[in-house]
Antibody, heavy 121, light 108 residues
Framework: EVHLLESGGGLVQPGGSLRLSCAAS????????MTWVRQAPGKGLEWVSG???????YYTESVKGRFTIARDSPKNTLFLQLNSLRAEDTAIYYC???????????????WGRGTTVTVSS | EVVMTQSPATLSVSPGERATLYCRTS??????LAWYQQKPGQAPRLLIY???TRATGFPDRFSGSGFGTEFTLTISSLQSEDFAVYYC??????????FGQGTKVEIK
């Protein structure tokens, strides 16, 4: 069974950092693009960052220079490093598997349950 | 950036009735559009991709249609488990990949 499990969320002060992890199982992790999507409290879905199977990356404008996506394929794990956190970064962060290996056909066919990031003093 | 507009924001429907949800994009995305279902406290789940192909596990009362800038998600006869928020997402232009703001389908 394909499974994604996020971890690493928590309460952090503005300006602080967190590292989110997503452990993947049940599929050939190295062969698929992966994505982070977030959802602020009571709000809709927002694409945050994506990485293809070749290691190319994209970020939404509001997190560029602050967040870094990475993957460790031998360990079947996706990461999101969150630096210089702001109150508006408060959200549930979901890890999701893309349909394909690259940025084409970019729909998300498997989602984790999410990890909550709260930025507050 | 492709702007996604979903309507209505909330749809009140009685069980057994038909529900029609709309998604409009600010520029043509061909058929590169997906729909997701999200129930309270749960992660989203892929429902439709390629504008009209149903994902694994969803019954045929769910159908998607459209091309270009106008898309529709239809639930032919609402069941209790279908009450949820539905999001559309385009994947024709990037970055960013963009979602609509969601339509909440609630019990009338």
């Amino acid at each position: 069974e394909v499974h994604l499990l996020e971890s690493g969320g928590g309460l952090v002060q503005p300006g602080g950092s967190l590292r989110l992890s997503c452990a993947a199982s049940g599929f050939s992790f190295r062969s698929y693009a992966m994505t982070w999507v977030r959802q602020a409290p009571g709000k809709g879905l927002e694409w945050v960052s994506g990485i293809n199977s070749y290691g190319d990356t994209y970020y939404t404008e509001s997190v560029k220079g602050r967040f870094t996506i990475a993957r460790d394929s031998p360990k079947n794990t996706l990461f999101l490093q969150l630096n210089s956190l702001r109150a508006e970064d408060t959200a549930i962060y979901y890890c999701a598997k893309n349909f394909g290996d690259d940025f084409y056909y970019y729909y998300l066919d498997v989602w984790g349950r999410g990890t909550t990031v709260t930025v507050s003093s | 950036e492709v702007v996604m507009t979903q309507s209505p924001a909330t749809l009140s429907v009685s069980p057994g009735e038909r529900a029609t949800l709309y998604c409009r994009t600010s520029q043509s995305v061909s058929s590169n559009l997906a729909w997701y279902q999200q129930k309270p406290g749960q992660a989203p789940r892929l429902l439709i991709y390629g504008a009209s192909t149903r994902a694994t596990g969803f019954p045929d009362r769910f159908s998607g249609s459209g091309f270009g800038t106008e898309f529709t998600l239809t639930i032919s006869s609402l069941q209790s488990e279908d009450f949820a928020v539905y999001y559309c997402q385009q994947y024709n232009y990037w970055p960013p990949w963009t979602f609509g703001q969601g339509t909440k389908v609630e019990i009338k």
